[in-house]
Nanobody, 121 residues
């Protein structure tokens, strides 16, 4: 069982910054990727950013240049630095982890509980 704990959400004014963290613990054989999705009220969950264990990153178009994802493999933790925040960035941010279990030839995905980010105009 893998457990993800997110932190760092909150209320910020437009133009401000927040840094989200997500720490993984549990029966992890190897982490292949971690990242973030978000869900705004009344909308579907969408990818924000992801990072592989090799350091390859990908971002949603609307976040690239404003958000930076990083991972500390030794701590099994992923970070999301969010700058120049806009009201449309408001939503619940969910951390995910793609990991491999011993004896299984495919990845599993685990999700965090989510952390609220609210950007006021």
């Amino acid at each position: 069982q893998v457990h993800l704990v997110e932190s760092g959400g909150g209320l910020v004014q437009a133009g401000g910054s927040l840094r989200l963290s997500c720490a993984a613990s549990g029966s992890i054989f190897s982490i292949n990727a971690m990242g973030w999705y978000r869900q705004a009220p009344g909308k579907q969950r969408e990818l924000v950013a992801g990072i592989t264990s090799g350091g390859h990153t990908n971002y949603a178009d609307s976040m690239e240049g404003r958000f930076t994802i990083s991972m500390d493999s030794a701590k099994n933790t992923v970070y999301l630095q969010m700058n120049s925040l806009k009201p449309e960035d408001t939503g619940v941010y969910y951390c995910y982890e793609d990991f491999r279990k011993m004896g299984y030839p495919y990845d599993f995905r685990s999700w965090g509980q989510g952390t609220q980010v609210t950007v006021s105009s």
